[in-house]
T-cell receptor, first 114, second 111 residues
Framework: EAQVTQNPRYLITVTGKKLTVTCSQN?????MSWYRQDPGLGLRQIYYSMNVEVTDKGDVPEGYKVSRKEKRNFPLILESPSPNQTSLYFC?????????????FGSGTRLTVV | ELKVEQNPLFLSMQEGKNYTIYCNYSTTSDRLYWYRQDPGKSLESLFVLLSNGAVKQEGRLMASLDTKARLSTLHITAAVHDLSATYFC???????????WGAGTKLIIKP
């Protein structure tokens, strides 16, 4: 089944403890991106990647890192999480940056930083 | 800076009625997307609108795009309870792959 897989689905952590949220797609998509969703704010883009080894900042990149060493994987790294990073995170991918087919989203990761 | 505004943000309606959700954006773009999100779920792609005058329909939902007015509409015809969800529009910056989202419209359809 074609899908975007995020792990974990739920995560509670403490301030300052490094964490990684994984994202993997099995559709050979070139484009991948990360979003955070907060009530009343819609989705805000954190980082995106047009292809392997190519990443760019979105609207809210501060406090996050990403890497794209393989086409299928695009992990989101929080080096020193803070409570304001408590949010619902989504990974998405698309064949050509959304053109024609749109984006496929993962199931989401609900992160709580205490 | 590209801004995307949806209205209304909340809509409660009766089954069988028609209504329209509006999506305005502030900067030139030629790609607009509509997504649906059920509570606690991921986002599901509804429509991809790629050119001025584009109109797409799926069941009781119809989306249109006017790039000159920087406006897209999502029209619901004879609403049914199963269409209750939050609907988002999103816009690409022209020549860029940075996607900007509206705040979402929470739609509740009462039987």
């Amino acid at each position: 089944e074609a899908q975007v897989t995020q792990n974990p689905r739920y995560l509670i952590t403490v301030t300052g403890k490094k964490l990684t949220v994984t994202c993997s797609q099995n559709m050979n998509h070139e484009y991948m991106s990360w979003y955070r969703q907060d009530p009343g704010l819609g989705l805000r883009q954190i980082y995106y990647s047009m292809n392997v080894e190519v990443t760019d900042k979105g609207d809210v990149p501060e406090g996050y890192k990403v890497s794209r060493k393989e086409k299928r994987n695009f992990p989101l790294i929080l080096e020193s999480p803070s409570p304001n990073q408590t949010s619902l995170y989504f990974c998405a991918s698309s064949l050509t940056g959304g053109y024609v087919y749109g984006y496929t989203f993962g199931s989401g990761t609900r992160l709580t930083v205490v | 800076e590209l801004k995307v505004e949806q209205n209304p943000l909340f809509l409660s309606m009766q089954e069988g009625k028609n209504y329209t959700i509006y999506c305005n954006y502030s900067t030139t773009s030629d790609r607009l997307y509509w997504y649906r999100q059920d509570p606690g779920k991921s986002l599901e792609s509804l429509f991809v609108l790629l050119s001025n005058g584009a109109v797409k329909q799926e069941g009781r939902l119809m989306a249109s795009l006017d790039t000159k007015a920087r406006l897209s509409t999502l029209h619901i015809t004879a609403a049914v309870h199963d269409l209750s969800a939050t609907y988002f529009c999103a816009v690409d910056l022209l020549g860029n792959y940075q996607l900007i989202w509206g705040a979402g419209t929470k739609l509740i359809i009462k039987p």
